[in-house]
């Protein structure tokens, strides 16, 4: 029965894998010209220690990201553990005692609600007299009358826009979208700098959110742009001012942006790079896949398979807590590593909620390689990401069905 679905969704499928196969044509011409502008060589991947002083290769690096985003200047660093620590870094050093940060996104991925102050820690941006404000999102869509209300009753400094959904049942958000909130928004304040969690949406669209108006973007380098090369890291991209005051953060004031030793990364993070369009493409297609099958068998699934995307999350609801487990477990199952290992619910740092999580990745945590993940709570949903290559993916996910449908059975035959 499963076989068979595929074979349909496949054949239904085929115009949108060709439109995929289209934007990583586009990434991987730009990809391939910024390495060209700024002449890459081998000597580019000499390692440095210590201070970091003089680093030729991590600078071209960063110049190859800054010309892939469209932006002015780039800070990719090794020493990032997480898309979650650039975020953090990128809050600190933009906001200042008094300052206010509005999200505009509803309520921001888990890990920042320490950052934050939204759930107390005497190290968050809330110890330090920073103030926040959040508008919600109405039907998937920016709440434009409240933001620009806001906007002219109250001085807010920063705007955090989270594309990706989180662990929410809300939409991703799409680059379009984006630039026409900018553009409302710019009428009312010209001065409010405006960050974009870009985490899990790079090379998914054509356009950045630099093109449309925002002024840094942040992401992850175990996500899309690493390719499931990159060993860690994250990146930060947009005015070079603003990229300044992140480097100063990250590093120290006065020297910044002009330390920080490669330690060998900048191969594997070029690398990364140069192979992130095509795993992109693959991990787009193992979503579409994902979508249509787990639809056409009766479940909750967004986005539908025909629907357009701004990341590389499909989103399970299975309304049942057995069966987000057997899903989640069944992914574990056909990875390559760690696939004789049983995964349980257990709590996580930086989660209110035991989290479940398939990762049978070469890189810990790596949401570009195929791992499923998902809260113990109501509605039960299963955030799936990634998919080196599509047949890897379609191998995994086929199977997972194949366990969950088993398990389904077994429920209504009890």
Do not use: W
């Not at 009753?153 to 705007?159: A, D, G, S, V, Y």
């Not at 996500?223 to 005051?245: M, Q, R, T, V």
């Amino acid at each position: 029965m499963i076989d068979e679905l595929v074979k349909k969704g496949e054949l239904e499928c085929t115009d949108i894998f060709k439109q995929i196969d289209e934007t990583e044509s586009y990434f991987s011409r730009l990809v391939l010209d910024a390495f060209q502008k700024e002449n890459i060589n081998e000597s580019h991947f000499n390692m440095t220690t210590g201070y970091g002083y003089n680093d030729l290769g991590r600078d071209a690096c960063e110049r190859v990201f800054a010309r892939v985003l469209k932006g002015e200047s780039a800070l990719v660093r090794n020493q990032f553990i997480s898309g979650s620590h650039a975020l953090s870094t990128t809050l600190f050093a933009l906001l200042r005692p008094g300052d206010t940060m509005m999200s505009i996104t509803g309520l921001p991925y888990d890990t920042l609600h320490e950052v934050i102050g939204i759930k107390e820690n005497p190290s968050s941006l809330k110890s330090f007299g920073i103030h926040y404000e959040q508008i919600d999102l109405i039907n998937d869509h920016f709440d434009t009358d409240q933001i620009l209300k806001t906007l002219k009753e109250k001085k807010i400094k920063l705007i955090e826009i989270q594309r990706s959904r989180g662990y929410s049942n809300r939409k991703s958000i799409l680059v379009k979208e984006i630039g026409e909130i900018i553009t409302k928004i710019r009428e009312v304040d010209k001065e409010v700098i405006i960050m974009v969690d870009n985490c899990y949406c790079e090379m998914v669209e054509t356009i950045s959110p630099l093109e449309v108006g925002a002024n840094v973007i942040v992401g992850s380098l175990i996500k899309n742009l690493g390719a499931s090369i990159a060993s860690n890291g994250a990146y930060i991209c947009g005015d070079e001012k603003l990229i300044k005051l992140c480097a100063e953060r990250l590093n120290l004031p006065g020297e910044g942006i002009d330390v920080g030793p490669s330690l060998g990364a900048t191969k594997s993070i070029l690398q990364g790079l140069y192979f992130a369009p095509s795993v992109v493409a693959s991990s787009l297609k193992t979503a579409v896949l994902t979508s249509y099958l787990l639809e056409h068998l009766g479940f909750s699934v967004s986005p539908k398979y025909k629907e357009p995307r701004a990341d590389i999350v499909e989103a399970i609801t299975f309304r049942n807590r057995e069966l987000l487990i057997k899903y989640v477990q069944g992914i574990e199952k056909y990875s390559p590593i760690d696939s004789n290992t049983l995964p349980i619910p257990a709590p996580m740092p930086g989660y209110d909620d035991d989290i479940i999580m398939a990762s049978g990745s070469f890189t810990q945590g790596s949401s570009i390689e195929l791992s499923c993940d998902g809260p113990l709570r109501e509605p039960y949903i299963a955030y799936q990401q990634g998919g080196v290559t599509y047949n890897y993916g379609k191998i995994a996910i086929v199977n997972a069905i194949k366990e969950l449908l088993a398990k389904k059975e077994e429920e209504n035959n009890e």
